[in-house]
């Protein structure tokens, strides 16, 4: 293949792309500060949990928040990217007057298409192992 007329002799001189510009506004970064926050709170639960063989890992845990009454702005949006950022198998948050978590161990059962924990596995009578958003996929529903 024949080089350019501005080709460099060597891919060692060319400059290194330009990385993404994520412009946050400031409420997106409290936002994530905050969650960030209650995140490492409920990482250390969980290791505590995984340290004494409780669990195996964190998509077996049910874990139970309790945020700052002060957080006025917890939503349920802020409750299901919370749960997908410490990766367990439900979060209940409630309001209190200190942040405290607490984790067990799940009763419900793992999908054996996305691994993860739901009520759901089980209540479909051809594949019982499914939960319901593996169901919606293999039926062509998603």
């Known amino acids: 293949m024949p080089k350019s007329q501005d080709a460099l002799p060597s ?8 990385l993404w510009v994520i412009d946050y506004d400031q409420a ?22 995984r340290g004494n063989k409780t669990i195996g890992n964190s998509l077996e845990a049910m874990v139970h928040l309790n945020v700052s009454e002060d957080d006025l ?9 919370l749960k997908e950022m410490v990766m ?4 209940d948050v409630h309001k209190g007057r200190d942040v405290v978590c607490q984790a067990e161990p799940t009763a419900w059962s ?4 996305c691994w993860r924990y739901t009520p759901d596995v089980g209540t479909h009578p051809d594949h019982v192992d499914l939960c319901e ?5 293999l039926k062509g529903r998603q």
Request: with cysteine; aromatic share 8%; glycine share 2%.
């Open 110 to 113: 793992r999908c054996d298409r």
């Open 73 to 81: 702005d917890f939503s349920t949006d802020d409750r299901e990217l």
């Open 133 to 137: 958003r593996c169901y919606g996929v």
């Open 28 to 49: 997106e970064s409290r936002r994530m500060s905050r969650l960030l926050a209650y995140r490492e709170v409920i990482l250390k639960t969980l290791e505590q949990l």
């Open 88 to 91: 367990v198998a439900d979060l």
């Open 11 to 18: 891919v060692h001189l060319l400059h290194w792309p330009r």
